[in-house]
């Protein structure tokens, strides 16, 4: 995964760099506290701002305050973004703090793109629907609104779902519904069912497992539906359930079963601008130079980007492939986004959009190549504008279920201590290690992964969280260990070290503490002194 991106960035002129890897023009600090790092999201309103002052580098969701923005005539999405991002350096401003791009989906809750977007001057920017399909896989019409662009409903702000009870067989059903979002089969809280070729197949062989809890959604591949079970209609973790999403279909089978479904996805007569159907819409980067001009100049550096004082970043989301992508390992085996059509395509667009668009394969790969170019010239500048991005941080990130970090301790580390390599050159976001992708809380192994951080981190170093989902008021929130909040010092080592040739075992010394990784034992220690 890192060699594309250091080869994309070894060009870049006028950017700070360590060596060959891209770093931030800001101070660099040892201070443990400021080498922190979440990305949050609280559903029902603004991130509380104490909470994300205590962290050195935050970045905001776009679905960050969605139960209020969604709410407005037109929808203010951006500009909420930028006053959370005021809340949070009023309060501390030494904490770095980045907002939610997107280079390859138009939304339209964002008034620079919505600006765009209803103006027929702009049409060539944006990707379009193949005329001569009469039937698409995605409406053109939402109510009374309809739009030849091309766009889906994948993570739209929509209408309320209301629910139709059956009086016979005891279940509610929900068109447009999905339960199980984000979510993985356990076995127990989540189970796989039958496929079968309908939403009412998938109810009966609830009812014959005795579940009480069915969402059910048509697979790409064959004429049968997936069918998974539940019996926990409000659950535990990051994962607001049920969530409004095109195609599938979910029921629940009590005498409790809400009337509507909305949830902070949901408004009522939803604006995203005039006469416009809310939808994810695609940027057509086969345009070129007017609209890269745009989304430089402009989305990136205009007044609610690095123009703005409280913004210092972003997270740029989304990318085109040029051939079919394999499935993600969160992933469940029946996920099927647009970039794994046989062509390539967007990432977390609809399967069929390629097919609903007419788009040949050149067509795409002129698409990629210019969208390829595009993100190249987007790094570029907010690196020469003292900006900094998601995609320039080294990551390392585990969890318990799909990356465990333990086999391959030896390994990462001893390539992690060698001179002239990402971890410690670059700018390194080391993830706390996850009880499950879905589930870090509570985090495994804290003594380690803070012990691992301090042994390979360099100047630039964040220890922290990425994306989990979103919460709301009321929800436990992002767990910050108390290891993140001690003076360790600085270090006087410059790299860690292996003490024997493959011992396996690793230190450092710190000016306030010394630091060993036993990747036999899988054993961390960290002595404070004060010498």
């Known amino acids: 995964k890192m060699a594309p991106l250091l080869l994309l960035l070894l060009g870049i002129a006028g950017a700070a760099t360590q060596g060959q890897y891209p770093v931030p023009t800001w101070t660099p600090t040892y201070n443990m506290t400021l080498s922190t790092i979440l990305m949050p999201c609280n559903n029902s309103g603004f991130f509380d701002p104490s909470e994300g002052a205590k962290w050195g580098l935050i970045d905001f969701d776009w679905s960050n305050g969605k139960n209020d923005w969604t709410k407005q005539k037109p929808m ?36 620079s793109v919505r600006e765009k977007i209803t103006d027929p001057a702009y049409s060539g920017w944006f990707l379009k629907f193949d005329a001569t399909r009469k039937n698409t896989s995605v409406p053109r019409c939402t109510g009374q609104k309809c739009s030849d662009y091309y766009h889906d409903q994948e993570q739209t702000p929509q209408e309320g779902i209301p629910g139709v009870k059956n009086e016979t067989t005891g279940w509610t059903i929900y068109q447009g519904v999905n339960d199980v979002s984000g979510m993985k089969p356990d076995g127990v ?40 079970f539940s019996n926990q209609w409000t659950r535990t973790g990051n994962h607001t359930q049920p969530h409004l999403e095109k195609q599938h279909v979910s029921g629940y089978k009590s005498p409790d079963a809400p009337s509507v479904i909305g949830g902070f996805n949901s408004c009522n007569d939803c604006d995203c601008g005039e006469g416009l159907p809310c939808g994810e819409y695609l940027w057509n980067h086969a345009n070129g130079s007017s609209l890269r001009e745009f989304l430089i100049n402009e989305f990136i550096g205009g007044a609610n980007g690095l123009a703005n004082p409280n913004v210092d970043g ?21 996920y099927r986004q647009c970039n794994m059509y046989s062509t390539g395509g967007p990432t977390e667009v609809d399967y069929n959009c390629i097919v609903d668009m007419g788009l040949t394969s050149s067509q795409v790969l002129d698409i990629y190549n210019n969208w390829t170019e595009t993100v190249t010239q987007v790094k570029s500048y907010i690196l020469q504008h003292k900006g900094f991005a998601w995609p320039l941080l080294v990551e390392r990130d585990a969890s318990l279920d799909l990356k465990d970090p333990r086999p391959k301790c030896k390994q990462f580390m001893q390539s992690a201590c060698s001179t002239n390599n990402a971890y410690h ?16 809380f509570p985090l495994p192994f804290v003594e380690q992964d803070v012990a691992q951080f301090l042994l390979i981190r360099g100047k630039y170093g964040y220890i922290g969280h990425s994306w989990m989902g979103c919460i709301a008021a009321g929800e436990p929130m992002y767990e910050r260990p108390p290891q993140v909040d001690v003076d360790y010092g600085v270090p006087i080592d410059e790299h860690c070290q292996e003490t024997a040739s493959g011992s396996g075992i690793f230190t450092r010394r710190w000016s306030k503490a010394m630091v060993s990784m036993d990747c036999n034992t899988w054993e961390a220690t960290i002595n404070m002194t004060t010498a």
């Open 189 to 228: 809280n989540i189970i796989i069912g039958k496929d079968v070729p309908t939403p009412d197949g998938c109810r009966i062989e609830a009812d014959k497992g005795g579940h009480i809890i069915f969402t059910w959604w048509p697979n790409s591949k064959g004429s049968n539906g997936t069918c998974w």
């Open 425 to 440: 050159d670059g700018t390194l976001m080391f993830g706390f290690t996850r009880k499950t992708f879905h589930d870090p």
């Open 76 to 111: 203010d999405c951006e500009e909420r973004l930028v006053k959370q991002a005021a809340m949070v350096k009023a309060i501390n401003p030494d904490t770095k703090v980045w907002v939610y791009r997107n280079l390859v989906k138009a939304l339209p809750w964002y008034t």
């Open 314 to 334: 972003f997270f740029l989301d989304d990318g085109w492939s040029d051939k079919a992508s394999p499935i993600p390992p969160w992933a469940p085996p029946t």
